[in-house]
């Protein structure tokens, strides 16, 4: 079975920077699309930015230019650097990634992003 634990979570201010990442790990597994997926309080979670697993991205239009999404397929690994966080930016960030050989989607256990003002 596949795990993803995230880390890199905290309180910044406004106009600060956050580095989130995420491993997986587990047995025969190869993971493809990756991504990171932000659910703010009473809201649905919505994609943030994802990956492919040849490196190319795709990011939503409110993290444009202040994020970058990168990963390391030998070490299972994603990362999302956030620069110039806004308070819209809070909420709970989880990992996700899709496995090759099973086809499940798998979610880390999200770690939490708050921005003050």
């Known amino acids: 079975q596949v795990q993803l634990v995230e880390s890199g979570g905290g309180l910044v201010q406004a106009g600060g920077s956050l580095r989130l990442s995420c491993r997986a790990s587990g047995s025969f597994f190869r993971i493809d699309d990756m991504g990171w997926y932000r659910q703010a309080p009473g809201k649905q979670r919505d994609l943030v930015a994802s990956?492919?697993?040849?490196?190319?991205?795709t990011y939503a239009d409110s993290v444009k230019g202040r994020c970058t999404i990168s990963r390391d397929n030998a070490k299972k690994t994603v990362t999302m650097q956030m620069n110039s966080l806004k308070p819209e930016d809070t909420g709970v960030y989880y990992c996700?990634?899709?496995?090759?050989?099973?086809?499940?989607?798998?979610w880390g256990q999200g770690t939490l992003v708050t921005v003050s003002s």
């Open positions: 990956i492919t697993r040849d490196s190319s991205t």
């Open positions: 996700n990634a899709n496995d090759y050989y099973s086809g499940n989607e798998i």
